[in-house]
């Protein structure tokens, strides 16, 4: 069992930056794979970035790459996403899911395939 609490959402300007964190309770934090998803009022939760359970290997989704990071400090049971050269189509509730299986097999982004979910955070981004 996981408990996750994102942080660091909040209103920027277009072309800025915010970095969100993940904080995560329980022993096992370092064995999950985790991933970062979004969700836009009347849309789908649709899926932002993933990272290993040891941070050694990302996967992003093609709206965010080369914008966004994840990575993970396993010391500090903490996931991060760095999203920098935001765009009003960022605007989201921001959640962070932990799998409990891994990536073995290939990286998952449907929301059905994480196990865990925070509460999310808010991101808007004004234009």
């Known amino acids: 069992q996981v408990q996750l609490v994102e942080s660091g959402g909040g209103l920027v300007q277009a072309g800025g930056s915010l970095r969100l964190s993940c904080a995560a309770s329980g022993r096992t934090f370092g064995s999950y794979a985790m991933g970062w998803f979004r969700q836009a009022p009347g849309t789908e939760r649709e899926f932002v970035a993933a990272t290993t359970w040891r941070g050694d290997s990302t996967y992003y989704a093609d709206s965010v790459k080369g914008r966004f990071t994840i990575s993970r400090d396993n010391a500090k049971n903490t996931v991060y996403l760095q999203m920098n050269s935001l765009k009003p189509k960022d605007t989201a509730t921001y959640y962070c899911?932990?799998?409990?299986?891994?990536?073995?097999?290939?990286?998952?982004?449907?929301?059905?395939?994480?196990?865990?979910w925070g509460q999310g955070t808010p991101v808007t981004v004004s234009s």
């Open positions: 899911a932990a799998r409990t299986l891994g990536m073995k097999g290939g990286w998952r982004t449907s929301p059905y395939d994480y196990d865990y």
